[in-house]
C-alpha cells in the first residue's frame, strides 16, 4: 500500500521540475493528483502522473489571479471531494542587487513566490478546515534562510515563505492542519539550466562545490522530502523548514589544500 493511498494532493508548478516530480512520487504512492501551473506539461511526463493516479487532473492557471486559483480549486474539490496535501512548488527566480532592480521585476518574484503560495493555501484551506486535516508544504529555499550574492529579490521572496509557514502553522494547529515549508539547495530543474550553458559553467560548477555532497538535488529528491511532509509519517510535524541541500548551509570547509 502506498503512502499517499486514498489522499488527494493538489500541486503547483506541476508542469515542471520539483512539482512535475512531486506529482509523480505522490502518484506512486497512491495519491490522487490535481495539478495546477501556468503552463501546460510536457505529455510524457504528465502521462507518467496518469499512468499510476488515472483520475489525475490538470488545470492551467496563473497563481497571481486569484479568481483564476480559486476557480481551479473550486474544480478540484468538485471532482475529488477534500484536498489532503497542498505543494506549492509553482516559483520563480530572480537576479540582481537592489540598486539594480526594477520593481516590476521585484513584484513579479514576490507575486508568483509569496502571493502566488498565499493564495493557493487561502483557497485550500476552507475544504481543509472542514475536513479538520490536511497538509501545506510551501518550497522555500535554503536562499529564505540565508543570503546570496545578486539575488535580492529572491532572497526577500523566499525569506517570507519561511515566516508565512511559520504564521500558518500557528493559525492552523488547532485545526489538525499541519503547515511546513522545503528549503532545497540547489535542484537539477529547468531553472538551474542556465548554469549549464557557456558563459555560466563556471558559477554551476563553484555552487554545486557548495554544496558538501558536491552536486545538485535530482527534483525526485525533493519530492521523496514533500512526500514525507504529505504523509501520516510527518504527523508530529509544524512550522517547520525542512533542509535538503546537501550540506550546502552546514558550514565552510576550511582546509591547508
Ligand atoms: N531548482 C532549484 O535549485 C530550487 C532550489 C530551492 C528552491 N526551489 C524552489 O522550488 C520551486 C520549484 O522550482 P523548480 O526548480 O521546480 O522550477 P521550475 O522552473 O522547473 O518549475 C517551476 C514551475 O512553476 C510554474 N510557474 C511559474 N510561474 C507561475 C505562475 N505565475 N502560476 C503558475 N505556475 C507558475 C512554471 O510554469 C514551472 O512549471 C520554486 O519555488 C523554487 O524557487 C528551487
Known amino acids: 500500500m502506498g503512502r499517499?493511498?486514498?489522499?488527494?494532493?493538489?500541486?503547483?508548478g506541476a508542469a515542471s521540475g520539483i512539482g512535475a516530480a512531486t506529482a509523480a512520487r505522490f502518484a506512486e504512492e497512491g495519491a490522487s493528483?490535481?495539478?495546477?501551473?501556468?503552463?501546460?506539461?510536457?505529455?510524457?511526463?504528465?502521462?507518467?502522473?496518469c499512468d499510476k493516479a488515472p483520475d489525475a487532473i490538470?488545470?492551467?492557471?496563473?497563481?497571481?489571479?486569484?479568481?483564476?486559483?480559486?476557480?481551479?480549486i473550486e474544480g478540484f474539490v468538485q471532482r475529488f471531494g477534500r484536498i489532503d496535501a497542498l505543494v506549492n512548488a509553482a516559483g520563480v527566480v530572480g537576479f540582481g542587487a537592489a540598486h539594480l532592480t526594477e520593481v516590476a521585476e521585484f513584484e513579479r518574484v514576490m507575486d508568483i513566490n509569496v502571493k502566488g503560495s498565499f493564495l493557493?493555501?487561502?483557497?485550500v484551506l476552507p475544504t481543509m478546515l472542514e475536513q479538520g486535516s490536511g497538509s501545506i508544504i510551501h518550497l522555500a529555499s535554503v536562499e529564505g534562510l540565508e543570503g546570496i550574492s545578486g539575488q535580492m529579490s529572491y532572497n526577500a521572496s523566499k525569506g517570507a515563505v519561511v515566516l508565512m509557514?511559520?504564521?500558518?502553522?500557528?493559525?492552523?494547529?488547532?485545526?489538525?492542519?499541519?503547515?511546513?515549508?522545503?528549503?532545497?539547495g540547489g535542484v537539477a530543474t529547468p531553472m538551474t539550466a542556465m548554469l549549464n550553458v557557456d558563459g555560466l559553467k563556471a558559477i554551476g560548477d563553484k555552487l554545486?562545490?557548495?554544496?558538501?555532497?558536491?552536486?545538485?538535488?535530482?527534483?525526485?529528491?525533493?519530492?521523496a522530502a514533500a512526500l514525507f511532509l504529505a504523509s501520516d509519517d510527518a504527523s508530529f510535524v509544524t512550522g517547520t523548514s525542512l533542509v535538503v541541500d546537501g550540506g550546502y548551509t552546514a558550514g565552510h570547509r576550511i582546509t591547508l589544500e
Open 120 to 123: 493557493t493555501s487561502k483557497h
Open 165 to 184: 509557514t511559520k504564521n500558518m502553522a500557528l493559525d492552523y494547529s488547532p485545526s489538525g492542519i499541519r503547515v511546513n515549508c522545503l528549503c532545497p
Open 58 to 72: 490538470f488545470s492551467e492557471a496563473d497563481i497571481r489571479d486569484e479568481d483564476a486559483v480559486k476557480g481551479a
Open 4 to 12: 499517499l493511498e486514498g489522499k488527494v494532493a493538489v500541486i503547483t
Open 208 to 223: 554545486r562545490g557548495a554544496h558538501l555532497l558536491g552536486r545538485f538535488a535530482e527534483p525526485e529528491e525533493i519530492a
Open 33 to 49: 493528483i490535481a495539478g495546477l501551473d501556468i503552463a501546460k506539461p510536457a505529455d510524457d511526463a504528465w502521462a507518467l502522473v
